[in-house]
């Protein structure tokens, strides 16, 4: 894997599961000139409908969507995710590859427990990355800033909402990219899931009006961070 700086970097712990999160906002990001990018823990082989081979078409499609500087898949174990060395090391040497500032992670409360498992893996890999005694081949020690937590089907404690007016349309692209897991009137023919519904989509445009609505804006995600967020004078009368 060729080393890329990025500004931000987002972790899935399935294909689709930023897009349906937090997309809003990295698209935003990468229109303001941001180099950002996608770590999805696993393949998502466990999931009812699809396969690997079209889940790997969706992603790229997703991906083009996104204009994303970087994705890689870290392919751990689908339904098996363990925070253990191994896949710690996993995590530490792409962000030492990848060098972000800004890293994204489920948040550590959820339905799903793979979601949970993750959320932890990511946690404990970001801290561990910039202890020097942990050595990954000629990689330097690197530690991102600041560990951001995005939400799935749970509600979340937030600390800010960011406003996504302005990409939604580019999140929602990004999502149907995934047709196979997702409710499309021509292809829908696989076993009824909690995301394939037909009423999915609405619950996905209602969470990101309703987080639109807390802010004024039109459309929102929210983000919980365990430390407090910074603000310069310039941006107080954003507040």
């Given at each position: ?7 931000a ?8 599961d ?12 990468k ?19 699809g396969n ?13 969507i996104l204009?994303l500087?970087?994705?890689?898949n ?11 060395v191994?896949n ?17 992670a ?5 339905r ?25 081949a ?10 951001i ?17 302005d990409?939604?349309d ?6 149907e990219?995934?047709?196979?897991q997702?409710?499309n ?6 076993p ?5 519904r ?13 987080y ?5 804006v039109?459309?929102?995600e ?18």
């Open positions: 894997m060729t080393p890329v700086k990025l500004n970097l987002f972790f899935g712990t399935h294909p689709d930023v897009e349906l999160t937090c997309s809003g906002t990295l698209a935003k990001l229109m303001e000139g941001m180099s950002v990018g996608i770590a999805d823990l696993t393949r998502g082989e466990l999931s009812t409908r690997l081979t079209v889940r790997k078409m969706e992603t790229d499609k997703a991906t083009k204009n500087d970087f994705r890689t870290l392919q751990l174990e689908d339904g098996n995710i363990v925070n253990n191994t710690r090391r996993r995590v530490i040497k792409l962000l030492r590859l990848t060098k972000p500032e800004l890293v994204f489920p948040y550590p409360l959820d799903h427990p793979d979601h949970i498992n993750a959320s932890n893996l990511i946690r404990e890999s970001v801290f561990y990355s910039g202890l020097r005694k942990i050595v990954t000629k990689l330097g020690v690197f530690r991102p800033r600041k560990v937590y995005y939400s799935h089907a749970y509600d979340i404690p937030v600390t800010f909402i960011f406003d996504i007016s990409t939604f580019i999140k929602m692209k990004s999502v990219a995934f047709e196979s997702f409710f009137l021509k292809k829908s023919n696989g009824e899931t909690f995301i394939s037909k009423d999915f989509r609405e619950y996905v445009l209602s969470k990101a009006k309703y639109g609505f807390k802010i004024g039109e459309y929102g929210p983000f919980f961070t365990y430390e407090p967020v910074k603000v310069e004078a310039g941006y107080i009368s954003h507040i």
